[in-house]
């Protein structure tokens, strides 16, 4: 899966660049690495950092596959053969963001950061054969159904429409510390706890076009699916930030962090299948409900996210000053959701940020 590659490539470049600016005064001789690097704890003032970042991310779980498209292939007389398509939503990319707010205390680099992100990614999807002139009929899919007793797969429907949404939120509260590595290089190791809500909804809705051959009238049958499956947890998070300065304006900053959250994960499914009288289109003949929903499931998830930046600032006066930057960031929960009732799925995110932050003396 492409987001693998790219979550590999991060993490290399952001272990070896390195983040989170300081600005020396004066130093307190840290532990040698290696024979000629000199460590160092930058002294600070008691100061504030606020950042704000626009998110253009995208949802890089398992697509919802909805549907199959089935069309008699009729090239050969002697022979029918029903060929099948499967009807897939591919996640889009959409916006959100993140604020952050960073405290640091006076004395030898250490700080304390709170920040909270949210994300909420849409997207849908159709299928109608008969209305681009393919023969052809839509079929429920099997991933779909979640098991539901009354669903025929073999049924044929006129079209479907489906649609996914992917909602995140996360709050982390961290402690740091600055540490400068020669001249150029400055490390942010922190720890601290991740809170995080993982929640995605898919919907199908099946329509079987019905005329009344006497009166000319449009009736329909419908199938209306909902899936549901969602996890929250909390747990201990780790890393690092990095910076590499070019010089007084620019540097380079990439950070590489990993969480093991704890919580529970919740999945649910429902049909609603709806008859209407084909005499009159509005009115319902019959209707059946089924309610499907799985053991709420205590399980531990790691996460792992890295990201990498090209930042421009300046200081304005007194130890004031402002930043922006631009890079892509990469995030994967391991086996949080559930994208049937028996097999686990990721939920991973990725995409560019921009950001913009104010340091305040």
Same mark, same amino acid.
């Given at each position: ?46 100061? &504030?950092? !606020?950042? #704000?970042?626009?998110? +253009?991310?995208? @949802? $890089? *779980? ?21 060929n099948?398509?499967?009807?897939s ?5 959409? &916006?959100? !963001?993140? #604020?952050?707010a960073? +405290?640091?205390? @006076? $004395? *030898? ?23 681009v002139g393919?023969v ?10 979640r ?6 797969? $073999? ?10 949404e ?10 740091g ?16 706890l ?35 499956s969602s ?19 620019w ?36 209707q ?23 930042n ?33 799925d ?16």
């Amino acid at each position: 899966m492409k987001i693998n590659k790219i979550t590999l490539s991060l993490l290399a470049l952001s272990v070896s660049s390195v983040a989170l600016a300081g600005h020396p005064g004066d130093e307190t001789m840290l532990p040698a690495a290696a024979a000629g690097v000199n460590l160092t704890a930058p002294h600070q003032a008691g100061s &504030w950092t !606020f950042g #704000v970042e626009a998110l +253009y991310w995208q @949802a $890089g *779980n398992q697509d919802f596959t909805y549907a199959q498209i089935g069309s008699v292939d009729n090239s050969d007389p002697d022979e029918n053969v029903t060929n099948f398509q499967n009807a897939s939503i591919d996640s889009d990319y959409d &916006w959100g !963001f993140k #604020v952050d707010a960073t +405290y640091h205390f @006076a $004395g *030898n680099g250490r700080d304390v950061t709170l920040s909270y992100t949210h994300l909420d990614v849409d997207a849908d999807d159709s299928v109608a054969p008969a209305s681009v002139g393919a023969v052809g009929d839509v079929f429920p899919s099997a991933a779909t159904s979640r098991n539901f007793a009354n669903v025929s797969l $073999g049924q044929a429907w006129d079209n479907a429409h489906a649609s996914s949404e992917n909602e995140y939120d996360s709050v982390d509260l961290t402690f740091g510390q600055k540490i400068q590595v020669g001249q150029r290089v400055y490390l942010h190791p922190f720890a601290g706890l991740r809170w995080a809500d993982l929640d995605t909804r898919d919907k199908v809705n099946y329509v079987d076009e019905i005329i009344n051959t006497t009166t000319g009238i449009n009736s329909s049958e419908q199938l209306n699916v909902k899936l549901r499956s969602s996890f929250e947890g909390i747990g201990p998070r780790f890393g690092t930030d990095a910076q590499v300065n070019i010089n007084q304006a620019w540097s380079i900053r990439g950070r590489v962090g990993v969480s093991l959250l704890v919580g529970d994960t919740d999945s649910s499914a429902k049909m609603v299948g709806t008859a209407f009288s084909i005499s009159s289109p509005t009115t319902i003949a019959s209707q059946t409900t089924q309610n499907f929903r799985a053991d709420s499931q205590t399980r531990v998830v790691p996460e792992a996210d890295a990201r990498l930046g090209v930042n421009w600032g300046t200081q304005i006066n007194n130890g004031a000053g402002i930043n922006f930057e631009v890079g892509y960031e990469v995030s994967n929960y391991f086996d949080a959701l559930e994208s049937t009732f028996s097999q686990s799925d990721d939920f991973a995110l990725f995409g560019p940020y921009l950001r913009f932050q104010v340091d305040l003396a």
